[in-house]
């Protein structure tokens, strides 16, 4: 597992690309959310550039922010490398999101997938991104998942998850054994 700009790659045209640790967060709240996850994992496995590393297990977990009256959410955490910029992952992710009707009636709202980059291991804010992602931080449907697979990780900025986990409300966010993701890996 690559922990920043310091593993590379090499394309097909010899140029040398540092290969970077990725985190997502995926969710869905409308539709047929565990299948949703399932084709959102399907379609970040296919992405050139990008290989999946681990897939957490799916929670389902109250919504948080500012709508609480919307139907619980499930959530999960990817955790990949890749070669691409963050603009392109950002791309990647919406294009992924519009295959399920990406609708953004309300901010917070009820939506058939979101799919949120977490952190790529540095810190980047640039036209319409910012990362590490400006409220993963405080979230347990994210920090939950994320901790299973991958219990060392830090956020940059914020420090281990594991001690941010501590400092959020994990009240609502329930394991759900009963729904597998299967992750296709590799490049
Ligand atoms: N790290 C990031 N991951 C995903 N989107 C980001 C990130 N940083 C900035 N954005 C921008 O935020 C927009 C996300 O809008 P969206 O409607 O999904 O927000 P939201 O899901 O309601 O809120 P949140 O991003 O807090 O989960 C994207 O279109 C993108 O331009
Ligand atoms: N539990 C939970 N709550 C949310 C979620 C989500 O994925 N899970 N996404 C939101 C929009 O970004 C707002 N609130």
């Known amino acids: 597992m690559s922990n920043g700009p310091f593993d590379i790659d090499v394309d097909t045209l010899g140029n040398l690309r540092p290969i970077s640790k990725v985190v997502f967060s995926l969710g869905s709240n409308q539709g047929d959310s565990a299948a949703i996850l399932q084709q959102a994992t399907d379609f970040l496995a296919e992405t050139p550039g990008l290989m999946l590393v681990d897939v957490s297990p799916v929670y389902e977990t109250a919504p948080w922010g500012d709508v609480p009256d919307q139907p619980n959410f499930l959530n999960m955490v990817i955790v990949a490398e890749s070669t691409m910029e963050p603009l392109t ?85 329930v394991r759900r054994d009963d729904i597998v993701i299967i992750a296709p890996t590799g490049f």
Do not use: K, Q, Y
């Not at 519009?98 to 901010?107: I, K, L, T």
């Not at 979101?114 to 291991?121: H, L, N, T």
């Not at 920090?143 to 409300?169: C, S, Y």
């Open 89 to 173: 992952l950002l791309d990647r992710a919406l294009a992924i999101e519009e295959n399920f009707g990406r609708e953004r009636d309300v901010p917070g709202g009820p939506r058939t997938l979101d799919i949120d980059i977490v952190m790529v291991g540095r810190r980047v804010s640039e036209g319409d991104i910012e990362l590490p992602h400006p409220h993963a931080h405080e979230r347990g449907f994210v920090l939950v998942p994320w901790l299973d697979i991958d219990p060392n990780a830090e956020l940059e900025g914020h420090g281990p998850i594991a001690d941010l986990v501590e400092d959020v409300d994990t009240e609502g966010i």
